[in-house]
């Protein structure tokens, strides 16, 4: 065993113990170690995403070399390793930007706290993406919502307390759903482990026993993961969360954390339940459906908001939207074309975040539609960033956001029943886009009436950690829209290894 | 590889962008001196000059092509250079040049010239790549960044109604480009690839049993990009967007952005989905039907308009689907006119919209009642505005007469039962409303009649020689009829209006070619 094959279980562990380590550290500190931890994990990542691509075959990793009843699996393919690089790449990026909103919005004596938060988080993500364990899976979704919840009312705001309150009941009744699901799994298998899950699954599914609670199962871990990770119906803990935390905690919930819940599912999907029952149930239709209602409704609520930050936040729900979309096709296209939406929303709307904060900065810390009047004018950086994520939102193609959506709609032609829903959804979902991305874009062009108030020029200087990470941000963009073929290429033979 | 073809594209769009930069930088944006002001006229004429160079030499030195890189398996962004690209290349080139000649004395009085240089000089390098994409996906990358690009010129004043005006544009756009798109997805997958070639490359054994579907995506095609060109249904947007920018940019947007959406239209019937195809099918006679209507529908309101730009702004709604009518006959004559209306209109309407841009600079005037005459006291700008009228209405020996011409032969040979004579009787009585709504204006112009006369007349008869000497002083305090920068444009596109169509055959042998390599 190459020992290169250690690091999943090394960076997880790593991250794990360095979360209660920042709790004794001052702030200043806590920071060293995050970034020198996100930063570790991701090259750690890196060099087995390097391993896994060389021999070609994912390997399962047997924690204390015990085998599966009594010990814990690692598996690791060519899509984990991946996306565990790129959610680090990410949250480095987030944690750069929002550097000064959380030295200004969080208590001095709370800063160690913050990190703490973020490692866990890391911890959690990188434990779901890694996983073979069911059970360990529900657990550090668990850690996940409560380091969630960490981070979204260490702001310590009237809102962000009422925010974090509603994140947790909606989250927790998505994990006491998934829990359930679990419980009736194994129930029904009698075991925890996914891959003997699977089979004994596709076993039950061939004789025809346990019908009615395999599909129950189902139902509840997809609505459980679904509502953790604010699909349509369950969104509505999303706006606030996303709107009135610090950056860096917008950023990477919206990003990061319900991707991970995403990947979960899709994990469920394809190694714990067996494609081909996933298909036969009508689950599938059920998530396609409220995919495109979230995708319409969720522009729609974006467009009658206005505050820029919440806005984005909405953006995110028709977002998820897309990914269930994919999801919900139940087709190898459909599932890569959502992963790769993953991967190109987490840029696009870490990049919108930040870039909305840095119009923030220079219209007086305001982020109401009124303020920012000429706020691309006055940063400029700010101001490209944020059209460039407008121009992927939309669609043009060269950004991140055309590719993805060139992919669901070759997933959806063809389909027999879902081509035109999807083409339509997709339709009006661009369109809507198109209207409040626009409208904003143009808002942050229009110079400021004379005589306003509170805005201020900011240079590219002022702040070279987020300028740092909106440049970093774009080219993230630019590298998923300008070079989709190898990375398209990786998550399909990464998802071929799921099997 | 063929890297040459990049420079006219990104050299325009460098410089226009580095222009862009310096005018955000700018605290003030009250206009600068005199010396500031030549300074940057010698900056967008040497950029310009440069590019339209290049891009020229460029087009018309060989089928060259590039492939710049991959966007995803089989679709590169892709450019190249055929005789279709080399004509639009062509047009754009010259309506840009002139148009930025008279916007050199024209933007004087609506400020914000860097600006406007900076996206004007932007479009160039786009529009060029867009003429030279060789891939139904790279054309539409920079379909759209038409549309983004060629929006700041739509809200230049930054009034309310500009900026809903571009917004409502943008839409209009934005909504056809996906009716586009639409079409892209599914082309992609039952043509052998997305480059053009001309007869189109649709996979017929893939496409057998998808008929129904494709011909849907085609004609969303044709209705989204048919937006851009002001074709019913999506039309809306044209006589708001096009009247509120400044003269010189409703020039440009009127006589070559509406093309943009010919082409993409060309593009994705003649060169990616057959005519062949589309022959006889239900998409061809809801084609004709939409361009005839918006044919009588622009006219009918240009007609009864009284906003000289906004009149203007129709006629070309109604000009521009006499092309697409052409294109939905689906006969080589019709598309030989086609391409011939083209660029007579680009030329045509170029020229009515800067001499609309006379009016309102040098009077004020927006009303085409205000307008009588004004031949007495510009008579040079007025007989340019004669002649080009003329060729609107298709007078022979104007260009307008040849184009016309070639649509009504190949409606008629065309075989489409009831369109094959609907389609003249529409384009006469269409023809006939065009003189209706711009002849008068050149009539009252010269002849206004004797109520206009009493405040028009210049004190000739020299009464007292103190008063006729202020009189002469005043006259040539406002100097020349109009300065040469403004004037020369006119008069170069009255004479290829006419000189269309004294000589046209250079001009339509050449789409004649074009026409039998796509059938």
Not at chain 1, 341 to 352: C, N
Not at chain 2, 239 to 268: C, D, E, M, N, Q
């Amino acid at each position: 065993m190459a020992f290169v094959q250690n690091f999943p279980f090394l960076s997880i562990l790593l991250s794990l113990f360095s979360g209660p380590l920042c709790s004794i550290l001052s702030g200043k500190w806590a920071k060293r170690v995050n970034t020198g931890v996100i930063v570790t994990t991701g090259v750690m990542s890196a060099f087995v995403l390097q391993h896994v691509i060389s021999t070609g075959q994912s390997y399962v990793y047997q924690m204390g070399h015990f085998p599966a009843p009594w010990g814990n699996e690692i598996r690791v393919g060519i899509l984990e390793a991946f996306m565990a690089c790129f959610f680090c790449a990410v949250m480095l990026l987030c944690m750069l930007g929002g550097i000064r909103e959380r030295e200004e919005q969080i208590q001095e004596s709370k800063q160690n706290l913050y990190y703490v938060m973020v490692n866990l988080l890391l911890c959690s993500l990188l434990a779901l993406i890694y996983t073979n364990d069911l059970f360990t899976a529900y657990v550090f979704v668990e850690i996940n919502t409560i380091s969630a919840c960490g981070l979204i009312m260490i702001r310590q705001t009237g809102r962000t307390y009422e925010a974090a309150a509603r994140y947790m009941i909606m989250s927790l009744s998505g994990s006491g759903l998934l829990l359930l699901g679990i419980c009736y799994l194994y129930a029904v298998t009698g075991h925890l482990l996914m891959s003997n899950i699977r089979e004994q699954v596709q076993f039950l599914a061939q004789t025809g026993q346990h019908h009615l609670s395999l599909m129950v199962a189902l139902g509840l871990m997809s609505v459980g993961l679904a509502m953790k990770s604010a699909l349509y119906p369950f969104h509505t803990w999303l706006p606030d969360a996303y709107g009135y935390s610090t950056l860096s905690s917008s950023a990477i919930l919206s990003s990061l954390v319900s991707k991970g819940y995403i990947f979960l599912l899709i994990k469920i999907f394809c190694r714990v339940v067996g494609f081909n029952v996933v298909n036969e149930s009508k689950v599938v239709n059920v998530l396609f459906v409220f995919g495109i209602i979230g995708m319409i409704m969720g522009s729609l609520s974006a467009i009658k908001e206005n505050n820029l930050t919440r806005m984005i936040a909405y953006s995110s729900v028709a977002q998820i939207g897309y990914i269930y979309m994919g999801l919900g096709l139940a087709t190898e296209a459909g599932i890569v074309a959502g992963l790769y939406h993953v991967l190109s929303h987490g840029a696009t709307k870490a990049l919108l975040f930040v870039a909305a904060s840095g119009l923030g900065d220079a219209s007086g810390n305001s982020d109401r539609f009124a303020d920012i009047t000429g706020a691309g004018l006055r940063n400029k950086l700010a101001g490209t960033a944020f059209l460039a994520g407008s121009l992927s939102m939309v669609g043009l193609p060269m950004f991140s956001g055309f590719i993805s959506k060139f992919f669901f709609a070759q997933a959806a032609v063809g389909h027999a029943h879902k081509m035109f829903p999807t083409v339509i959804a997709l339709a009006l979902s661009t369109i809507l886009n198109a209207v409040y991305f626009m409208k904003t874009v143009i808002r942050i062009y229009t110079p400021a009436p004379e005589g306003s108030v509170g805005g201020r020029q900011i240079g590219v200087w002022e702040q070279p950690a987020k300028s740092a990470a909106l440049v970093c941000l774009i080219l993230l963009n630019l590298i998923l829209g300008l070079n989709s073929d190898p990375i398209v290429r990786l998550i399909q033979r990464g998802f071929e290894m799921f099997d | 590889m063929d890297a040459f073809l990049l420079i006219p594209i990104v050299l325009p769009m460098f410089f226009g962008a580095l222009l862009l930069f310096f005018s955000f930088r700018e605290k003030n944006t009250a206009p600068g001196g005199r010396r500031e002001r030549a300074r940057l006229c010698l900056y967008v004429s040497a950029v310009l000059g440069i590019s339209v160079a290049l891009a020229l030499a460029a087009a018309w030195s060989g089928d060259r092509e590039l492939v710049l890189f991959t966007l995803f398996e089989g679709v590169p962004v892709y450019f190249h250079v055929d005789a279709l690209g080399r004509l639009f290349v062509t047009v754009v080139s010259l309506i840009w040049v002139l148009s930025a000649l008279f916007a050199f004395v024209y933007m004087k009085h609506e400020g914000k010239e860097k600006r406007y240089y900076g996206f004007y000089l932007i479009l160039y390098g786009v529009l060029v790549a867009l003429d030279f994409s060789g891939n139904l996906v790279t054309m539409y990358l920079f379909y759209e960044l038409t549309t983004l690009v060629s929006m700041p010129l739509v809200l230049h004043n930054g009034t309310r109604e500009a900026v809903m005006a571009a917004l409502k544009y943008l839409f209009y756009s934005m909504c056809g480009a996906y009716g586009g798109l639409f079409s892209v997805f599914f082309l992609y997958r039952y043509s052998d690839s997305l480059n053009f070639a001309p007869g189109g490359t649709l996979n017929q054994a893939a496409a057998q049993g998808h008929e129904g579907i494709l011909l849907i995506a085609v004609f969303a095609a044709l209705v989204g990009f048919g937006a851009k060109a002001g074709m019913v249904p999506l039309h809306a947007w044209l006589p708001t967007a096009h009247p509120v920018a400044p003269s010189p940019a409703s020039a440009v947007l009127s006589g070559v952005i509406v093309k943009s959406g010919v082409l993409a239209v060309v593009r994705v019937v003649f060169y990616v989905a057959g005519t062949d195809f589309l022959q006889g099918t239900w998409v061809q006679y809801v084609w004709m039907t939409l361009a005839l209507l918006t044919v009588f529908m622009g006219s009918m309101l240009a007609y009864r308009e009284q906003i000289f730009k906004k009149r203007l702004a129709y006629s070309t709604v109604s000009q521009v689907s006499y092309i697409m009518f052409g294109l939905s006959l689906l006969t080589p004559d019709a598309f030989t006119g086609a391409l011939l209306h083209v660029v007579v209109h680009a030329v045509v309407k170029c020229g009515l919209f800067l001499t609309a841009g006379v009016f309102v600079y040098r009077f004020g005037y927006t009303r085409a009642e205000e307008l009588g005459g004004i031949g007495k006291k510009m008579p040079k700008t007025m007989w340019c505005y004669l002649l080009l009228s003329l060729t609107l209405v298709g007078i022979p020996p104007t260009g307008g007469f040849v184009s016309k011409w070639y649509l009504a032969e190949g409606a008629l040979q065309s075989g489409t039962g009831v369109f094959s004579w609907l389609g003249p009787v529409v384009l006469l009585v269409s023809a006939l409303l065009t003189a209706g709504y711009l002849l008068p204006i050149a009539m009252k112009g010269f002849f206004p009649g004797s109520e206009h006369l009493q405040g028009l007349e210049e004190p000739h008869g020299i009464e007292e020689p103190g008063e006729g000497a202020q009189a002469h002083s005043s006259r040539k305090a406002l100097g020349p009829e109009l300065s040469p920068a403004m004037l020369v444009p006119l008069v170069v596109l009255a004479a290829l209006a006419v000189w269309l169509g004294v000589f046209p055959g250079p001009v339509s042998e050449y789409a004649a070619r074009i026409a039998t390599a796509v059938f």
